[in-house]
């Protein structure tokens, strides 16, 4: 007997090419059942395939979490260092003085001071938060006056005598004044600490 083959490119069809070889009904289910087999192996190591692929995924989606939950407490630590209460408070008085408003300072002195009294030099001491003045009088009496008259003062509190001594000058003479106040610093909040001035 003798058999025809069938050539895969003839137009037969697949199933008569793997069917075709078979001759009994035995053999071609036992085909059926290689060919079904083959199929579930092929589906089982694609799906264990894709299964992997996921875990894999997840494996390096969880490590990037951690690293990220890792940096932003490393970040966190970094980010905020404890506050120094003692330091915080020099800065905000050294803030102060260096917006102290010296144009009040001066609007005072001028409105203060009679006509009669020469300011010879003004020396502020920030870290004392003290001003001292030297003026000049025709008089004690003169100079005293001006003393009262700074109790009145915006910026200047405590204003008192440290000397005075009487010179003479040409034909005239003139008492001469060391004066001491203590500066008024603002009391609101800090300029860009919140809160407006």
């Given at each position: 007997?003798s058999?025809?083959?069938?050539p895969?490119?003839?137009?037969?069809g697949?199933?008569?090419t793997?069917f075709?070889?078979?001759?009994?009904?035995?053999s071609r289910?036992?085909a059926?059942v290689?060919?079904t087999?083959?199929?579930?192996?092929?589906?089982g190591?694609?799906?264990a395939?894709?299964?992997?692929?996921d875990?894999a995924?997840?494996?390096?989606?969880?490590?990037d979490?951690a690293?990220h939950?890792d940096?932003t407490?490393?970040?966190?630590?970094?980010?905020?260092?404890?506050?120094n209460?003692?330091?915080?408070?020099?800065m905000?008085t050294?803030?102060?003085?260096?917006?102290?408003?010296w144009?009040?300072?001066?609007?005072?002195?001028?409105?203060l001071?009679?006509?009669?009294?020469a300011i010879?030099?003004?020396?502020?001491?920030?870290?004392?938060?003290?001003?001292?003045?030297?003026?000049?009088?025709?008089?004690?009496?003169?100079?005293?006056e001006m003393?009262e008259?700074?109790k009145?003062?915006?910026?200047l509190?405590?204003t008192?005598v440290?000397r005075?001594?009487?010179?003479a000058?040409?034909?005239?003479r003139a008492?001469?004044?060391?004066l001491?106040?203590?500066?008024?610093?603002?009391?609101?909040?800090?300029?860009?600490?919140?809160?407006?001035?």
């Amino acid at each position: 007997m003798s058999r025809a083959i069938v050539p895969l490119h003839s137009g037969a069809g697949w199933r008569s090419t793997l069917f075709g070889m078979c001759p009994t009904p035995a053999s071609r289910a036992l085909a059926l059942v290689l060919l079904t087999m083959g199929v579930v192996a092929w589906l089982g190591a694609a799906l264990a395939w894709f299964e992997a692929r996921d875990a894999a995924v997840e494996i390096v989606r969880s490590e990037d979490r951690a690293n990220h939950v890792d940096a932003t407490v490393a970040r966190a630590r970094t980010a905020a260092p404890p506050v120094n209460e003692r330091l915080a408070s020099e800065m905000a008085t050294t803030v102060r003085r260096l917006n102290f408003p010296w144009p009040t300072v001066l609007d005072d002195l001028e409105r203060l001071t009679p006509e009669r009294v020469a300011i010879l030099e003004l020396s502020p001491d920030a870290g004392r938060e003290q001003v001292q003045l030297l003026v000049q009088a025709p008089t004690a009496a003169d100079g005293f006056e001006m003393v009262e008259r700074l109790k009145a003062a915006h910026a200047l509190s405590a204003t008192r005598v440290l000397r005075y001594e009487s010179r003479a000058q040409a034909n005239t003479r003139a008492v001469q004044f060391l004066l001491q106040a203590d500066l008024r610093l603002p009391t609101g909040p800090v300029p860009g600490q919140g809160g407006s001035q």
